[in-house]
């Protein structure tokens, strides 16, 4: 079977707000990951609409709703296989040794992009609420086979916060 290309959007920390300028960033992906602190549960249920989504909970992801988010997933993309984790100073297993590809985080609001001993690990940074002056971001990874090119996405507010 040939392989295909994925678009897999990458959002992180809305912290119960979800822009419209992230909602536009992430139409047309095969999938979505939300790597944490969401914020309430529809959040989850409006990105759905979009693509298969995926979340992991984060610290500030408190309640009945979010009970039932798990803290850490495990993602298979085509042959590419993703850890997605909220807090990456939690990360508590050698990613290159377990066989990962991609390690997908949140929780600093930093948006970052690096590779560690062959594998990627990427924070979209934060969808929600401006923090200090950190940009309001999202990311993306294509994905064809093993093969994972990052992206992020600074959204444009057009001046608001």
């Known amino acids: 079977m040939p392989q295909r290309e994925f678009t897999i959007g990458l959002i992180s920390d809305t912290h119960g707000l979800l822009r419209p300028e992230a909602i536009t960033a992430l139409a047309g992906s095969d999938y979505i990951i939300h790597a944490g602190d969401i914020g309430r549960a529809g959040i ?41 984790i909220h807090d990456i100073a939690e990360l508590d297993l050698d990613p290159a040794a377990a066989g990962f590809h991609a390690v997908i985080s949140g929780h600093s609001h930093r948006p970052s992009i690096e590779m560690r001993e062959g594998v990627l690990f990427v924070n979209p940074g934060s969808a929600g609420p401006r923090r200090f002056k950190l940009p309001v971001s999202v990311g993306c990874l294509t994905v064809y086979g093993t093969s994972i090119k990052p992206r992020l996405v600074e959204l444009n507010l057009g001046g608001t916060t």
Do not use: C, F
């Open 44 to 84: 989850i249920e409006e990105l759905s609409a979009i693509a298969p989504t995926t979340a992991v909970r984060g610290n500030n992801d408190k309640g009945a709703w979010a009970s039932h988010i798990p803290e850490t997933d495990v993602l298979e993309i085509g042959t590419a296989i993703l850890y997605v």
